[in-house]
């Protein structure tokens, strides 16, 4: 009988500190979360995922994230990548990877003893921007054109949604101006006045900026209706350049040409004088 | 071409040429100990490197410096007035021509070589012919320097060559055998014939004039090494003439000081007479306030702009700490005390400007010193991460052996240089005092009395 109890009185302490275990484990155990973000630039294709905690928004790194591309059947594994200390992570599509028109990514993360899992879906239609340019009635324009690239390999214009367009500066990227997509197609008027180098080429860039179907898909042109840059000729000779300054150089001259040709004429007084004493000694 | 007149200069300089004695004897041994021990400092600067110097990356430049500036100054100096005095024909110049050409002449030689002791690569020196600069100040300085010694050289030996001729022919003096060939060597077969001095004083005359704009310009130059770098305190729109009456200051100096010893140790009163003392003593006032001028306009303005890399230094000046007993006395003591001394007629003896020239010399060298070294310790950037003896510049046994070596040379060949020459001049015009002691001695010559 004793027996019994102790065995009770022992299950129970166990069963309370398992759930003593659990309780300590689910109060230090947080919850993260997961974002994706799909990033087209000319025919690279890449997604970048951010981790981190979801109350205080710690970043978290070193963790594991599997990527799968979802489609009808089963899931394609695409690989595993890791964050870094910011929590942030890249991972670039393979250019043989076949991808339908539309496509979804899940992105997973398995969790750890103190963090929870976190899952990410991501739906993306494929799409494209091309960038031309134009001259209408005297007037040079940027004209941008959408299309969504079906399964079928037809091209669907796009429509509704808006391209902004950029230069390629020094330290970044110079805002043109934005289109609105109507037929597929959009059109921005060239600036003038627009820098580009010494034969007047530009890169334009055009961009369609965090869309919630398309992601983030952007398209490069260069033009050579840019302003050319004029690099001023230095001039050759200056006090820092290898050759002195003409007037330094022969006010030099002048100087050290005055004191050694009086030098020059002493010496030869010397010269003389040295003469005259030989004369007289001989007389 | 010996005459009596000549004759009794020459008797009264044969001390000077001859004089031999207990005395000269130790002197010349602690010349030659210094000169030694600044040579066994060398050696060690050879074999060690720089790192036995307080120079750092942060000064660069110290007491070699400071050194050569002071000594080259001094040497423009000399030339500038033995070139006036000599161009001007001023009547009571000639017995001061001789001191002050010699001082010029042997500071311009020691000058140089304490360039070559704080450059660290010798076997590189000849990179300045090959890739020297012409925009560079220093450049200009070397190259102005090699013009200067070249003239300032030759100014002292024509001025010297009738008096070497007179001592070849002159057969009363019994002068020995080697001072004959040196005398016979030297004196370029000189024969005071009309002809021959009429070269000779026209040679002279040019050489004169020259050297007095080349010596003006030389002192310009190396006051630009300083004046169109970017430091605190250095670069100054009145260095230049700043850094020239600063050597004439210095170089007045040194040319009483040596003037006041020669006349004590060779009895040279006839020659070297209080009227050159006086005429000493108001070179040195005009000088000192034209100095103290300088001085006064380049620290005040600097004070009152307050310009920030300015005020670090001039707080460095005034902090007494760090340099500001040094600052008091070379801005005050060498400027005012020499003036107080020299200007109240009651103290004006031979003696006290004696002794008014050598704080004049020190509180100069003081001055080089503190043009150099605070500047150099204030830097225009925060300096982080560095030893503070890197930052803080302190001369080591090495230098101040150089230092002393490079003066006992000078005192040396001083020495040695006026055994073999007369110290004032013979065969031009001398003063009118003379020439009345002159017919006094030549009274006791005639009779074989006297010496």
């Given amino acids: 009988m004793k027996l019994k109890i102790n065995i009770i009185l022992g299950l129970i302490k166990l069963s309370a500190l398992a759930n003593i275990l659990l309780v300590y484990t689910a109060a230090f155990s947080q919850s993260t979360k997961l974002n994706m973000q799909y990033e087209k630039i000319n025919n690279q294709q890449t997604l970048e995922l951010n981790l981190f905690t979801e109350k205080e928004n710690i970043p978290i790194s070193d963790a594991k994230i599997s990527l799968f591309l979802k489609t009808d059947k089963i899931n394609i594994d695409l690989g595993k990548v890791i964050t870094d200390l910011e929590g942030k992570t890249n991972f670039v599509l393979s250019d043989t990877l076949k991808i339908p028109w539309k496509f979804n990514f899940l992105a997973v993360y398995a969790g750890s003893s103190q963090l929870e899992p976190a899952t990410k879906e991501l739906s993306i239609k494929n799409i494209d921007l091309d960038i031309s340019f134009k001259i209408f009635d005297d007037k040079k324009y940027i004209i941008g054109k959408g299309y969504e690239m079906l399964e079928n390999g037809d091209n669907l214009p796009l429509n509704g949604k808006n391209i902004y367009f950029f230069s390629q500066s020094l330290f970044g990227l110079l805002p043109l101006g934005s289109g609105h997509l109507e037929n597929g197609e959009c059109k921005l008027e060239f600036p003038k006045n627009l820098p580009g180098d010494t034969i007047g080429n530009l890169k334009i860039i055009a961009k369609i900026i965090d869309d919630g179907e398309y992601g983030n898909v952007s398209s490069e042109a260069f033009t050579n209706w840019a302003e050319k840059k004029i690099i001023p000729v230095l001039p050759k000779r200056q006090l820092w350049t290898k050759d002195p300054p003409l007037w330094m150089f022969i006010s030099l001259f002048i100087l050290l040409a005055g004191a050694w040709s009086h030098y020059i004429f002493v010496f030869r007084k010397m010269i003389i004088i040295k003469k005259l004493g030989k004369e007289f000694k001989e007389e | ?451």
């Avoid at chain 2, 080259?72 to 021509?97: D, N």
């Avoid at chain 2, 590189?124 to 450049?139: E, K, M, T």
């Avoid at chain 2, 310009?220 to 100054?236: D, E």
């Fill in chain 2, 1 to 451: 071409m010996t005459n009596k007149a000549n004759l009794v200069s020459i008797i009264s300089f044969s001390r000077q040429l001859d004089t031999r004695g207990a005395f000269g004897f130790f002197w010349m041994v602690s010349l030659l100990l210094v000169i030694a021990w600044g040579f066994f400092a060398l050696f060690t600067q050879f074999i060690e490197g720089h790192k036995v110097t307080g120079m750092r990356d942060n000064v660069v430049w110290g007491m070699y410096i400071a050194n050569f500036i002071f000594f080259m100054g001094i040497s423009y100096a000399g030339a500038i007035f033995s070139s006036l005095l000599v161009l001007f024909r001023v009547e009571w110049s000639s017995p001061i021509i001789r001191i002050t050409q010699l001082i010029s002449v042997l500071c311009g030689l020691i000058g140089p070589l304490y360039i070559f002791l704080c450059i660290g690569r010798l076997d590189r020196l000849h990179f300045i012919l090959f890739y020297g600069r012409i925009p560079s100040p220093i450049f200009w300085d070397i190259v102005a320097i090699v013009t200067f010694l070249v003239g300032n050289i030759t100014f002292l030996y024509l001025l010297l060559v009738p008096d070497l001729a007179y001592l070849r022919d002159n057969k009363e003096l019994r002068l020995s055998k080697w001072r004959m060939k040196i005398y016979t060597f030297l004196s370029l077969n000189y024969h005071n014939t009309p002809e021959q001095q009429r070269h000779l004083r026209f040679a002279v005359d040019i050489l004169a004039g020259i050297l007095i704009p080349v010596s003006v310009i030389l002192a310009t130059i190396l006051s630009w090494i300083f004046g169109m770098t970017l430091r605190p305190g250095w670069n100054s729109t009145i260095f230049g003439p700043y850094f020239v009456f600063a050597a004439l200051y210095s170089g007045v100096g040194v040319i009483a000081i040596m003037m006041w010893v020669f006349r004590k140790r060779y009895n040279l009163k006839d020659y070297l007479t209080d009227r050159h003392f006086n005429y000493i003593a108001i070179s040195i006032i005009v000088l000192a306030f034209s100095y103290g001028y300088f001085t006064f306009n380049e620290y005040f303005t600097i004070w009152y702009s307050f310009v920030e890399w300015d005020a670090q230094l001039i707080k460095k000046l005034f902090d007494f700490k760090q340099y500001g007993w040094w600052f008091i006395f070379s801005n005050y003591i060498g400027i005012l005390v020499p003036l107080i001394l020299i200007s109240v007629p009651k103290f004006r003896t031979v003696n006290t400007i004696g002794i008014a020239s050598i704080i004049i010399v020190a509180a100069l060298w003081v001055k080089r010193y503190l043009v150099i070294v605070p500047t150099l310790e204030t830097p225009l950037f925060p300096v982080q991460d560095i030893r503070p003896e890197y930052v803080k510049y302190t001369a080591t046994w090495v230098e101040w052996a150089l230092t002393f070596a490079g003066v006992a040379l000078f005192l040396f060949l001083n020495t040695i240089l006026t055994k073999i020459i007369p110290i004032v001049q013979i065969i031009e015009p001398i003063s009118h005092k003379v020439l009345k002691r002159k017919k006094d001695l030549l009274g006791n010559v005639e009779s074989g009395e006297g010496n």
